[in-house]
């Protein structure tokens, strides 16, 4: 693609936004229903999808096919323009569909492929109390009964698990296997009987996190999702999806919106600690979006590292820590008195002490910042394990 046509592009998108991004959404959807929060994420899903911007990343035969350097240019001017996130199909247009385009059925996708573009919801069913960072020690358990598996067991920090029809689940099927080999991937139907779902109230005052619990819940067989006790090397092809365009967008929207609520914040610049701290978080920023441009042009080249995944992925969220601790600290006492922020949104939002609480959130899911740390000295340093 040439230079020209990308720029005839970029022209594209950013008319399209200038059309569509609602100029009131932020006020709209701070304090809104649950119900409302919905109505509006799967609005809005929709006029991406009319434009064939919902999902740029899947293959052109399921609605998507867009080049890679598109693709970049899409999220960069989605986030230049604060349009806003696909909270509620994220897991569905990456995770799900990830998994589906490479391990499942020819059936699983015609059922759902389809379904997830008319507004499907998806949550993923991994962490457990005692198997968050150390994933292969859940336990929960599926017990094949004739055609089915009946299931029990609880999983935790499931996001938006109180809106979601299907979900992503994990489940020991083999309990005298080494840990990772016992492991069986399964497509849950959210309203089986035996799963209940309790939103858990977090610090910023959101319940975006889950538990969900499992009792003899059961889920077909042909709802299994590659071969039985081979679930471990299914999920990491849904935790494949969290990397590459999924980051992009991220740094993207923290560069844009999110360094100039911070500019903002520090208005009149008269103090030279307070300019030398937005420079360097600029150079910082600047750095995280190239990264993660490279990252996408090299894994859409298969020449990424086995460790740059991890690499960005621990850089974004400490990045994103460090900024939002900037913020709280030049936004004063009037940045305790926030206590709500806009749904539909990234995890910066200028609401600083609630974005900065709700930082610490990132270096946790994924993979914790320790975990990619042993990651990238493993994988991309080749050293020994300890």
């Not at 994420?41 to 929709?46: A, E, N, V």
């Not at 358990?141 to 938006?160: C, I, L, M």
């Not at 740094?251 to 360094?259: D, I, P, Q, T, V």
């Not at 939002?349 to 900065?356: E, K």
Request: glycine share 10%.
């Amino acid at each position: 693609m040439t230079g020209r046509e990308l720029e005839e592009f970029r022209a594209e998108v950013r008319e399209w936004c200038r059309a569509h991004v609602p100029s009131d959404w932020r006020q709209t959807q701070t304090g809104a229903s649950d119900a409302e929060f919905v109505r509006f994420q799967q609005d809005w899903f929709q006029q991406l999808r009319a434009a064939g911007y919902a999902v740029p990343h899947w293959p052109v035969e399921y609605g998507g096919g867009m080049p890679v350097a598109e693709q970049i240019v899409l999220y960069q001017e989605l986030a230049a323009h604060d349009a806003p996130r696909l909270v509620l199909a994220f897991v569905a247009v990456h995770h799900a569909a990830a998994t589906l385009l490479a391990a499942g059925t020819e059936e699983q996708r015609r059922r759902h492929l389809p379904a997830i573009l008319d507004g499907e919801i998806w949550v993923q069913g991994f962490s457990e109390p005692g198997a968050g960072s150390d994933l292969a020690a859940l336990r929960t358990t599926a017990r094949r009964a004739g055609d089915e598996y009946v299931v029990t067991g609880q999983k935790v920090w499931a996001s938006g698990a109180q809106y979601a029809d299907w979900c992503l689940l994990l489940a020991r099927t083999d309990p005298n296997a080494p840990k990772r080999q016992g492991i069986s991937y399964f497509l849950l139907d959210m309203r089986t009987p035996g799963v209940e779902v309790r939103p858990i109230r977090q610090a910023t005052g959101e319940s975006h996190f889950c538990e969900i619990f499992l009792d003899e819940a059961r889920i077909p067989a042909d709802r299994l999702v590659g071969a039985e006790n081979t679930g471990w090397r299914v999920a990491q092809q849904t935790l494949g999806a969290e990397r590459g365009l999924t980051m992009l967008e991220l740094a993207e929207r923290l560069g844009n919106a999110g360094f100039r609520w911070l500019a903002e914040a520090c208005a009149p610049i008269d103090d030279p600690v307070v300019a030398d701290r937005l420079a360097t978080l600029e150079i910082e920023l600047t750095g995280l979006r190239a990264l993660c441009r490279d990252l996408v042009e090299r894994h859409a080249a298969a020449t990424a590292g086995p460790a740059d995944a991890s690499i960005v992925k621990l850089y974004y969220s400490e990045l994103l820590q460090r900024l939002t601790d900037f913020g709280a600290e030049v936004g004063g006492m009037a940045a305790q008195t926030v206590v709500r922020k806009p749904m539909s949104g990234g995890w910066e939002s200028g609401a600083w002490v609630l974005d900065f609480v709700g930082s610490w959130e990132w270096t946790i899911p994924g993979g914790t910042s320790e975990i990619q740390r042993t990651i990238i000295a493993e994988r991309g340093l080749g050293l020994p394990r300890a």
